[in-house]
């Protein structure tokens, strides 16, 4: 009796199983769905893809996916039971992380480059700089008080700023605005001499006082 199915399962887990060992990637086609996830076809073994490990975020469609060849990295193999695991998430994360490297290898600080808004917080936005996000804070959107990041951008908006900080380790990038004006306050004390008189806007009452601005970003 001889099996050539059976033939091609064993060639692929002593395959597989070299490929574990070095933890590289192997190449496979989602062809079924069962309870938790999915099963895939390694090239005659039968591996098991978690639902959670199909991508990074939730997808409601699978449909796409499904009988495409693409790459999996494997989680998991026990051949005395048959079973291996596999995750497609750890694939993209990996290669996430590999484009981000090489973005932000590409930038300086001081540069000065376009993004998208791509969400607004109480406390900043963040910049869709191509492929990776910046914090653009709101201390740094204007020389002016800004109460709130909608007063100057919108999600959507392609908006012009400068790299101040980039943090190598964590990757993490500061952006700013108001760095591509000029500051206010330099020469405040030649533009606004002592005893001089200048017309300006109440900006806020206190119990001590008010603030009058006398141009965008100067209080007095």
């Known amino acids: 009796m001889l099996s050539r ?9 002593t395959r597989l199983e070299e490929k574990y060992k070095n933890n590289e990637r192997v190449e496979g086609i989602i062809f079924n769905r069962v309870k938790g996830g999915f099963t895939v076809d390694l090239d005659g073994a039968v591996a098991f893809l978690p639902g959670s490990q ?7 469609d699978v449909a796409p996916l499904m009988n495409t060849p693409q790459p999996f990295q494997i989680l998991k193999m026990d051949r005395r039971r048959g079973n291996i695991v596999v995750s497609r998430r ?3 994360e990996e290669t996430r992380a590999e484009k981000r490297s090489e973005i932000v290898a590409r930038l300086e600080e001081g540069q000065v480059i376009e993004g998208v808004v791509k969400n607004i917080t109480d406390y900043g936005a963040f910049i869709d ?7 653009l ?3 740094d959107m204007a020389w002016r008080r800004v109460n709130h990041p909608s007063e100057i951008v919108n999600v959507g908006d ?5 790299i101040i900080r980039i943090n190598p380790e964590t990757q993490r990038i500061s952006l700013g605005i108001k760095q591509l004006e000029s500051d206010p306050w330099e020469g405040i004390a030649a533009k606004y001499p002592v005893d001089a008189r200048f017309k300006g806007t109440v900006t806020n009452i206190t119990d001590y006082g008010a603030f009058v601005e006398l141009e965008p970003g100067a209080r007095a």
Request: aromatic share 2%; net charge positive.
């Open 5 to 13: 199915d059976k033939a091609r399962r064993e060639e692929s887990w």
């Open 54 to 60: 199909v991508d990074i975020r939730p997808i409601r």
């Open 90 to 92: 750890s694939v993209l």
């Open 129 to 135: 700089l191509g492929g990776i996000d910046g914090l």
């Open 137 to 139: 804070h709101v201390t």
């Open 158 to 162: 392609t908006v012009k700023v400068q």
